[in-house]
């Protein structure tokens, strides 16, 4: 199933790199954005099946922009960080299923995290 | 030295000093009032000296010929004939004073001190027993050839009943001179032992703190390589795709890839060596660790004979242990002989039952076929980024000591010697042993 994606970085190659190998791993990137608000802008206007976000971003953080976006409509979110001690505070965020991926990420952590989340929306779809 | 302090010049001391001898006095009278010891037989003593004195210098002879003649006493005479000749006048003196029938607190002092001199030099108990046996024999004899007759058999004999019990008392002075001894030796070596452990602890403590330094550095330096790392491979990845067909460029890739995979990993050991352990505890058997490690190696033992070698036999493994970082530790290890072992590589586990700090503990012997360790590998295999490889971090065995540490075990290199023709069938590469308690404190 094609998943619609909504990705966040403030990093500029991070961006670049989800945008272009997320559509070969055969998903659509709906939304990119730079920072958690902007991220929670984006969401209420494209309702993504799926958010990948970095963590750690000026303004609102990824952390912050998940329960806003879970308030809009529960949506799996996949995060991305380069710090370990973030992987706790990551399940206690909203209803929908969380994930952790520790930085850096190659084509195969992404694919496999992808298999899990397609898994899960295909089953529940709508966040239901 | 005596078993008791020697008085100091501080006012403290010598006030502990007299407190002491005082308590010797006051048990030494009451040793006399047990064998019920009177003025009749002080009279007794000093009146038999005369008759005793001309046999001291043969019966001194006598004493230090029969230590000559037995090995274990004659072992404390390290100072030859002339230790010898300054022991006979000490001897002489020391039986002099014991007719002199002033046993007052300086007698008893003078007593002691020469009993602890006794316990101290290492002469054996039953050796200071028995001589005191042989000089009262000589003593008895001597009195008794040279008593007048003039005097009754009955004096004598109530003289020589005196003499016995003066000897019993000089014994119980030198056995409670040998106990104080013992108990002074005793503390002395517990002091030593606490002193050791106190240095080790202090060591540990400045390692641990020398390490949470570079904990913190290392943690704000990961954080920092992971996010520079992640551009690298994200631009790496974007680049293979632009260069799809080309096959020079997609190489080039490749290699940077490679590096990329190289330094994270490089990013990796250093943290996992200064970060602090947290230690996940669960009861196992131990082989888990070590089979998981041994399947983690497959793609380094691909295409390459290898075989892990156990000898467990009747040994419990259970452990409360972190699996997960055991493992590490027998990853790091079997790296090692994978790397060290040109041919074909056999790794041989025997595991035994031991006590480490007291505690029940399992040994662990890690072997291989390679050609060992020289005595610079042994001194260093330990030290962080010490490393004999072309590639490498030289984190490994670092990372396995503290994990081992963490634990509250111990690894060392083993005592196997390539340099020797093992027995048939051993292996005579490099041997790592890890002792390892099996509880937790």
């Not at chain 2, 409360?320 to 041919?343: H, K, P, W, Y």
Request: glycine residues 6%; contains cysteine; proline residues 4%.
């Amino acid at each position: 199933m094609v998943l619609r994606i909504a990705v966040a970085d403030d990093e500029r190659d991070m961006r670049d790199y989800l945008a272009k190998i997320l559509p070969r791993l055969g998903h659509q990137v709906v939304a990119v954005a730079e920072n958690g608000q902007r991220l929670v802008d984006l969401c209420s206007q494209t309702r993504p099946d799926l958010v990948i976000t970095d963590i750690r971003m000026p303004g609102m953080d990824g952390l912050e922009a998940a329960k806003e976006i879970d308030r809009l409509r529960p949506t799996p979110v996949i995060f991305v960080s380069a710090h370990l001690d973030e992987q706790q505070r990551v399940q206690s965020v909203g209803q929908a299923s969380r994930a952790f991926l520790m930085k850096p990420i190659k084509q195969a952590d992404l694919a496999a995290a992808l298999a899990a989340v397609d898994h899960e929306v295909h089953d529940h779809p709508d966040g239901e | 030295m005596s078993s008791t302090p020697e008085p100091k010049n501080d006012a403290t001391d010598s006030a502990e000093n007299a407190r002491l001898r005082a308590r010797h006095l006051a048990r030494y009278q009451d040793l006399r009032r047990y064998i019920e010891w009177s003025d009749d037989d002080v009279a007794r003593i000093v009146a038999a000296a005369p008759y005793a004195r001309p046999h001291f210098e043969a019966l001194i002879d006598d004493f230090y010929a029969a230590i000559e003649r037995h090995p274990h006493a004659r072992r404390v005479i390290t100072g030859g004939a002339a230790q010898v000749e300054r022991l006979k006048r000490t001897l002489l003196q020391w039986v002099a004073e014991l007719f002199s029938g002033r046993y007052d607190s300086d007698y008893l002092e003078r007593r002691r001190r020469t009993g602890a001199r006794h316990a101290e030099i290492g002469l054996p108990h039953s050796y200071a027993s028995m001589a005191m046996t042989r000089l009262k024999r000589g003593l008895r004899l001597g009195i008794t050839q040279s008593w007048p007759a003039s005097s009754s058999r009955q004096e004598l004999e109530d003289t020589l009943e005196s003499l016995d019990r003066l000897l019993d008392l000089e014994l119980a002075i030198i056995s409670e001179a040998y106990e104080t001894e013992h108990f002074l030796r005793k503390q002395r070596a517990e002091r030593a032992r606490l002193q050791g452990e106190l240095n080790e602890a202090e060591r540990r403590v400045l390692a641990s703190e020398r390490l949470a330094g570079i904990g913190q550095m290392i943690t704000g330096l990961a954080h920092e390589s992971r996010n520079a790392l992640q551009r690298i491979q994200a631009c790496a990845e974007m680049l293979e795709l632009e260069v799809e067909g080309n096959a020079e460029a997609l190489d080039l890739v490749a290699r940077i890839q490679k590096a990329q995979d190289q330094l994270h990993r490089l990013f990796d050991e250093v943290r996992n060596y200064a970060a602090p352990i947290r230690l996940d505890i669960d009861e196992a058997p131990l082989c888990d660790a070590w089979r998981e490690a041994w399947e983690l190696l497959a793609a380094q033992r691909s295409g390459r004979q290898t075989e892990l070698r156990e000898c467990i036999e009747g040994v419990d493994l259970t452990c409360q242990v972190d699996r997960f970082r055991m493992s590490q530790v027998f990853r790091n290890i079997f790296e090692n002989s994978l790397s060290a072992c040109t041919g074909p590589a056999v790794v041989e586990i025997a595991c035994a039952n031991d006590l480490y700090d007291g505690q029940p503990a399992l040994r662990i012997r890690v072997r291989d076929n390679g050609p060992g360790l020289n005595s610079e590998q042994r001194k260093n295999i330990f030290q962080p980024f010490y490393t004999t490889k072309t590639k490498g971090t030289g984190l490994g065995m670092a990372i396995a000591q503290r994990i081992v540490e963490t634990h509250a075990g111990r690894i060392f290199v083993g005592d196997n010697n390539s340099a020797q023709d093992p027995p048939e069938g051993e292996l005579s590469g490099a041997e790592i042993v890890i002792l390892l308690p099996r509880t937790r404190p």
